[in-house]
């Protein structure tokens, strides 16, 4: 399936150290997204990468694509208790169509 | 406002029942989806749908039946329930002709079937 999946499946850090996750997946995309959901709630897009971007950047976030290793990450610099939450990587389905196969999170959990 | 609103937050029921949940979205969005996120967090697509095409994924029960009265609602019918139904089902949407747009999520709906 074109699931991904990232790594680790949990992740607890310092306030004000750096998270770094990964999501690897198993057919061509056109792009990869990356999401956060806090408990109880929906998903919330975070930063979109397209298929010929290696890096993008937003605030904090730092988003990477390697496409060779069909592979991306996601680093939170200076983290906040209040990013505590989990992180999702979503691939398209590489077609024409808007169909988007989530990971299976990683659970990030920044103590003050 | 809520951009994707879908109610009822919790839902209760016994097996066998049939029961509805509705969603909403007023982002102008042509397209909306249904998921599914099990107890392990797996987050799974169920449907996604515009005006012009209703793709089903091919693992979900034809107990399972999206009904969309109009662009802005999509709402999720389950006939028959069973124990296994049992999760957290979110609705979505994005703007249909932009290539991978993000998804809006509603706040999720928790079954439980008792």
């Known amino acids: 399936s074109q699931q991904g999946e990232e790594d680790p499946q949990a992740l607890s850090i310092q306030e004000g150290e750096n998270a770094t996750m990964n999501c690897s997946y198993k057919?061509?995309?056109?792009?990869l997204q990356w999401y956060r959901q806090n408990s109880g709630r929906g998903l919330v897009h975070l930063i979109l990468?397209?298929?010929?971007?290696r890096e993008k950047h937003s605030g904090r976030l730092r988003v990477t694509l390697d496409t060779s290793k069909k592979s991306s990450s996601l680093l939170i610099t200076a983290s906040r208790a209040a990013d505590t939450a989990s992180y999702f990587c979503?691939?398209?389905?590489?077609?024409?169509?808007?169909?988007?196969?989530f990971g299976t999170g990683t659970s990030l959990t920044v103590i003050p | 406002d809520t951009a994707v609103s879908q109610t009822p937050k919790y839902l209760v029921t016994q097996m066998g029942n049939d029961k509805s949940i509705k969603c909403e979205q007023n982002?102008?969005?042509?397209?909306m989806y249904w998921y599914k996120q099990d107890s392990k967090k797996f987050l799974k697509i169920m449907f996604s749908?515009?005006?012009?095409?209703?793709?089903i994924n091919e693992t979900v029960p034809n107990r399972f039946s999206p009904k969309s009265p109009d662009k802005a609602h999509l709402n999720l019918h389950i006939n028959s329930l069973e124990l296994g139904d049992s999760a957290v089902y979110f609705c979505?949407?994005?703007?249909?002709?932009?290539?991978?747009?993000?998804?809006?999520f509603g706040n999720g709906t928790r079954l439980t079937v008792t």
């Open positions: 979505a949407s994005s703007q249909e002709g932009v290539l991978s747009s993000p998804l809006h």
């Open positions: 057919t061509s995309i056109n792009n």
């Open positions: 990468i397209r298929s010929n971007e």
């Open positions: 979503a691939t398209d389905y590489g077609g024409s169509g808007n169909q988007f196969y």
């Open positions: 982002l102008g969005h042509d397209t």
């Open positions: 749908y515009n005006n012009k095409e209703l793709i």
